[in-house]
């Protein structure tokens, strides 16, 4: 099947710098992609969708001058953490729809990124 | 942001038992489709199901989806220990294809 590599898996920051997490499509070429965060024990919550080519679409709630997302290329999309904050410590996961699965379908994950801001 | 309520919340049964998940969701749908979540990991796509479809097979899942009640249950017949994990339902909906995660059902499947 299709793969979404994220990276990176797991990063230990210090509060005021900025992170970036990267996610890309192995096999295919991804017009679209999202960006979830998730709380422990907690369901994702979609931040924001990620178009190629053109700016982002934030949820309600999400900050696009603290999460800032680039999706310059087919199978690149970039979620860039800035001025970190301990509050900001979560899973954050990627994905990315496959356009040859059809409507709706073929939403594939990476494998999150684990945040923590000292 | 919408968001499906699933039940129950936790899961414990033992190896062999069938598990039986369920998902409520608010508005109308395209797809509905199932994942799950092992601690700590990325997501693992189960099975979809068209909101023109009652039911859905794959190996040990089975999927119903009934429109009028906003409600859709998975199904794991003959559990394994390895079946342990967070099961999430999402539904798709809107000319964007939005994915939207229910609350998640965590199961333990006892050896």
């Known amino acids: 099947g299709a793969v979404v590599s994220q990276h990176p898996s797991r990063v230990i920051c210090k509060s005021g710098t900025s992170v970036k997490i990267e996610c890309r499509s192995l096999?295919?070429?991804?017009?679209?992609m999202f960006w979830y965060r998730q709380f422990p024990k907690k369901s994702l919550m979609l931040m924001a969708t990620?178009?190629?080519?053109?700016?982002?679409t934030y949820e309600q709630g999400v900050e696009k001058d603290k999460f800032l997302i680039n999706h310059a290329s087919l199978t690149l999309s970039t979620l860039t953490v800035t001025s970190a904050h301990p509050e900001d410590s979560s899973f954050y996961i990627c994905?990315?729809?496959?356009?040859?699965w059809g409507a709706g379908g073929g939403l594939f994950f990476g494998s999150g990124t684990q945040l923590s801001v000292l | 942001s919408q968001q499906g309520e699933e039940d129950p919340q936790a899961l414990s049964i033992q190896e062999g038992e069938n598990a039986t998940m369920n998902c409520s969701y608010k508005?109308?749908?395209?797809?509905l489709q199932w994942y799950r979540q092992n601690s700590g990991r990325g997501l693992v796509h189960l099975i979809l199901?068209?909101?023109?479809?009652r039911e859905k097979h794959s190996g040990r899942l089975r999927v119903t989806l009934d429109t009028s009640k906003k409600s859709s249950s998975l199904l794991i017949t003959a559990s394994r220990a390895a079946d342990t994990a967070s099961y999430f339902c999402?539904?798709?909906?809107?000319?964007?294809?939005?994915?939207?995660f229910g609350t998640g059902t965590k199961l333990q499947v006892i050896p």
């Open positions: 199901i068209r909101s023109n479809e």
């Open positions: 096999d295919f070429q991804a017009t679209t």
């Open positions: 990620s178009n190629e080519g053109s700016k982002a």
């Open positions: 508005t109308s749908i395209n797809n």
């Open positions: 994905s990315a729809r496959d356009p040859g």
């Open positions: 999402a539904t798709v909906s809107g000319g964007y294809q939005k994915v939207t």
